[in-house]
């Protein structure tokens, strides 16, 4: 008996070797030689046909004939169909299954898996109370308990470890002796890159069972394309994300204009993101560096449009203070608390030391002068000291109105001030070019290094147009289809400039629109910044001082540019960075938010010093101090990362590849429920079953109805009947 199970299921092993199946119930293969028995009984109970005497079998011989060959073919055919009707049976009753799928979990080696937990802050979205990467910890802790307990295993999170600490395997006990939650980290990198590494990680390994499991909520920012197929073992996907998040978040927070003035109305720009047709109420407040709040406005309604996102403008009037934190906050509650207020750090700078350089007293001097400084230094406020004579080695700005060309040595003095990082505005009088060709090269030389370019001939006339649309110089002076306050101007100073030149405005004259003539220029020089006006506010030439913009286009271009500000602001995982001059410390102070200090020496670099730290792990103010004194260098506010925010999910049919090998769930319970129903064989008999019944119906079809198999001849071929004659 052992002998014949024996062979039993060997040959049922390789039956479904051949045909992708193995049986559940493999012992039902012995009823096979059943199989037989309808031939067994065929020759058994077989009849002769009987003898009966007959005057004469002239006349029905051939039919005779025919009538035996036909019930022998039919018998043939009753007997195929009963012997393959029982072997169907047979074959129901033992239930084949997929191979496939009864093996997708095999106890062979020791498994090896690796674990790529999302740890993004789009994580830290909470329904009922707990977060999704309380999920993560738990699923992991859960999976090293259970089905990992006998595996080695890697944990791959959102971040890369340093270099010199790459991912290990570890057993699932150590790994849970020294275990800790995950906290929340930046994600530079899509999540996809870390599966990546995962993957390429398990193809070293020598294993027979590998396991890819991937615990996310699949925002669609880390999967920016379907994950590649997984080939060395199994592909495990915990899709955490939620159905239905309720949150509204604040992805930025700007001002406009960039440059900000004190005392002079700016408006805060306020992004917010959620569901379409969500309404949140925001406020924006204006805190100093100590936490005090100075200025808080009132409530604005939010009203997300069909693309989920609106922006807010708040008109504040910034202190005369030198660092504003303006804080933008939503009220209510939501299921991702951390992105309903963001801050934007603004440097105010001090009073800038500006000089005023003429050598001829006019009116287009004047002009520029009541520009300047319209209160004439009666306002304290006022972000320019504007003074008059030659440069001090404290001046920041520098405008100069210059009705001849200025010596060389004093282009010399301007070009380092911008080289240094001050600002210098140069205003020439049309007809200085015809006097170009007669400088010494050395004062043209000199001249170069301020100028968009030599001067050329021509006549130029027309109206004041934006040749440079959505720049932060311009922004607030145009309308809102970006075009400038009307000015004309009679007469310039034509140049071609390069291609290192901005031209922020133009002249289009009547005849030719299309290809207008630059009055305005930006030249970057060291670390600041040459502008150049074509001619001067003056009426001989141009209306350009009575043009509404002229006044705060003058004072911004004189101000130190938003980009050089000492307060900056970033995101959480970029390193902090501070460039200071030779002259500063070679060790500076850095206080954290959470109240930490450390001492960050510097490192010499071109033309200054440079101090980095890379240890930012928490949201806030770093700020910046000299050995010798308590005011701040410098502010550097850290954000949490705003992309974080936007709670939009992949599919997960569309990440993971289709195949035998994956497995998705939505949690750890769904999970185990499909690993069991892939552990235990599925039936595959549907075909048999149909089959069996297609046989019955036909033996019932041919066993009763023999009129079916009589055959039909014409005439002409029955014996007798030649010719067509009718017996």
């Known amino acids: 008996m052992k002998q014949n199970l024996f062979i039993v299921h060997r040959s049922s092993f390789i039956v479904g070797l051949m045909f992708g199946l193995e049986f559940l119930f493999g012992w039902a293969l012995l009823a096979l030689p059943l199989a037989g028995a309808p031939v067994v009984l065929h020759l058994l109970f077989r009849r002769k046909s009987p003898v009966v005497p007959f005057s004469t079998l002239r006349f029905i011989r051939s039919s005779i004939q025919r009538t035996a060959a036909r019930k022998r073919i039919q018998q043939w055919l009753l007997l195929a169909c009963r012997v393959l009707l029982m072997a169907l049976l047979i074959w129901a009753i033992a239930q084949p299954a997929k191979l496939l799928a009864s093996r997708w979990l095999h106890h062979g080696s020791a498994p090896v898996a690796a674990i790529v937990a999302d740890n993004s802050y789009s994580m830290l979205l909470q329904q009922n109370h707990v977060t999704r990467l309380d999920e993560v910890n738990d699923a992991i802790g859960d999976l090293l308990r259970n089905e990992l307990r006998d595996a080695k295993v890697a944990i791959f999170t959102a971040n890369s470890p340093p270099t010199d600490q790459p991912e290990s395997l570890q057993t699932a006990a150590s790994l849970l002796a020294g275990w800790s939650a995950l906290k929340p980290q930046p994600n530079p990198k899509p999540l996809a890159d870390r599966v990546a590494a995962a993957s390429s990680f398990l193809d070293r390994q020598d294993a027979s069972d590998k396991w890819l499991i991937v615990l996310t909520d699949l925002q669609n920012k880390e999967f920016p394309r379907p994950l590649p197929p997984f080939d060395g073992g199994r592909l495990v996907l915990l899709d955490l994300h939620a159905n239905d998040p309720r949150s509204v978040g604040i992805t930025e927070v700007s001002l406009d204009p960039p440059q900000p003035v004190p005392g002079v109305l700016s408006e805060a720009v306020v992004e917010v993101i959620g569901r379409a047709g969500d309404q949140r109420a925001v406020t924006v407040a204006l805190d100093g560096l100590d936490g005090q709040e100075e200025y808080k406005s009132a409530p604005i309604m939010a009203s997300l449009d069909n693309g989920g996102r609106i922006d807010l403008r708040f008109p504040i009037k910034l202190p005369n203070e030198r ?99 001050g600002n210098v505005v140069v205003f020439l009088a049309p007809g200085l070019e015809q006097g170009w060709a007669t400088l010494a090269e050395s004062q043209r030389s000199a001249l170069a290094d301020l100028l968009p370019s030599a001067p050329v001939s021509g006549s130029y006339s027309g109206s004041v147009i934006v040749t440079t649309a959505h720049d932060p110089l311009l922004n607030g002076l145009t309308d809102d289809q970006g075009i400038f306050p009307p000015g004309h101007v009679r007469r310039i100073v034509p140049f071609t400039g390069d291609r290192s030149v901005t031209v922020l405005l133009g002249l289009a004259s009547e005849t030719d629109t299309a290809h207008p003539q630059g009055l305005l220029f930006r030249k970057p020089l060291g670390k600041g910044f040459v502008y150049t006006m074509a001619t001067l506010p003056d009426p001989l030439y141009s209306n350009i001082a009575t043009n509404p913009a002229f006044l705060p286009l003058l004072v911004r271009m004189c101000l130190p540019s938003a980009a050089g500000s000492a307060g900056s602001n970033i995101e959480l995982g970029q390193p902090i960075v501070l460039d200071a001059p030779l002259s500063a410390d070679h060790s500076l102070n850095l206080e954290t938010p959470s109240g930490g200090s450390y001492d960050i020496p510097g490192t010499d670099i071109d033309g200054g010093r440079r101090f980095n730290f890379s240890g930012a792990t928490d949201p806030g103010l770093y700020i910046w101090r000299g050995q010798k004194t308590t005011d701040p260098l410098a502010v550097i506010n850290v954000q949490l990362p705003a992309s974080e925010s936007e709670l939009i999910y992949r599919p997960a049919d569309t990440v993971m590849p289709h195949s035998d090998n994956v497995v998705i769930a939505r949690s750890m319970a769904d999970l185990r429920s499909k690993m069991t129903q892939l552990t235990e064989p599925e039936p595959h008999w549907s075909g048999e079953v149909a089959l069996v019944l297609i046989l019955v119906c036909l033996e019932a079809l041919m066993g009763s109805t023999t009129g079916l198999w009589k055959p039909v001849f014409p005439n002409m071929f029955r014996p007798g009947m030649a010719g067509g004659a009718t017996p």
């Open 323 to 421: 660092f504003v934190a303006i804080k933008a906050a939503l009220s209510g509650d939501d299921d991702l608390p951390w992105d309903d207020t963001r801050t934007l750090l603004v440097e105010i700078p001090p009073r800038q030391p500006t000089r005023l350089i003429s050598p001829v007293e006019s009116p287009g001097v004047r002009a520029v002068h009541l520009a300047l400084d319209p209160n004439q230094g009666g306002l304290d406020s006022w972000p320019l000291n504007v003074r008059t004579g030659n440069l001090a080695d404290d001046d920041r700005a520098a405008v100069a109105v210059l009705t001849r060309w200025p010596s060389e040595g004093d282009a010399h003095q301007l070009a380092a001030l911008a080289r240094s990082g």
